[in-house]
């Protein structure tokens, strides 16, 4: 009798403990992109990288969609010559790129877990740039088809580390500082 309650209490632990991990199907991510750096004589060394942050839904065991949204900023400058005079022009602009997309989660009896999907990205740009001539500024607003995918690896069942990558599959005006290839990582917090 004492060895099935002690069966019957750890399947009761077994059961529990699964089900807490499949009804964790909501998600929030915190990630950067676009990291980089340099340096220069003038400013030393510098770290740039874009972020951003998502929002997930499971479906199931294996249907996700994801609306994330990246805060992403990109300032070029430009010397010319013209007439014998020197002119100066810099062009900033940030943009809010907004991914909406659905993926396939390949559940694995480890930590890993991988997902490909595919779905769209929104960017609305305005650029501003000043320069010798005055200020000029131009928008544009692009909707991309893309495709996604990664890996997270679970720390615990309810916190992860993400490393995604996405691609547009369409050619952009050049001008569109949101880049065709983006990977990130991040931390994920499922809930």
Known sequence: MRKAIIVS???LFVVSSLSAQQNRRNGVSVFLTD???????????HFDAAYGAAFD????????????VTNEMSRQNAT?????????????????PI????????????RWQPHIGAGLRYVSETIHENGPLGSTQFSTTTVSPEIVGGVTFRF???????L??????????????????????GLNLRF
Do not use: C, W
């Not at 479906?59 to 609306?67: D, Q, V, W």
């Not at 995604?164 to 990582?185: E, G, P, Y």
């Open 80 to 96: 010319f010559l013209s007439n014998g005079v020197i002119l100066y022009s810099v062009r900033t602009n940030r943009v809010y």
């Open 35 to 45: 990291i980089g750096g340099g340096y220069s004589d003038s400013t030393g060394r």
């Open 164 to 185: 995604d990558a996405k691609q547009i599959l369409t050619n952009r005006s050049d001008f569109v500082a949101d880049q065709r290839f983006k990977a990130s990582v």
């Open 99 to 110: 991914d909406a997309t659905a993926s396939y989660n390949f559940f694995s009896e480890s």
């Open 57 to 68: 839904h499971r479906f199931g065991a294996h249907l996700s969609a994801e609306l994330s």
């Open 156 to 162: 615990t069942p309810a916190l992860g580390l993400r």
């Open 9 to 11: 209490i750890s399947m």
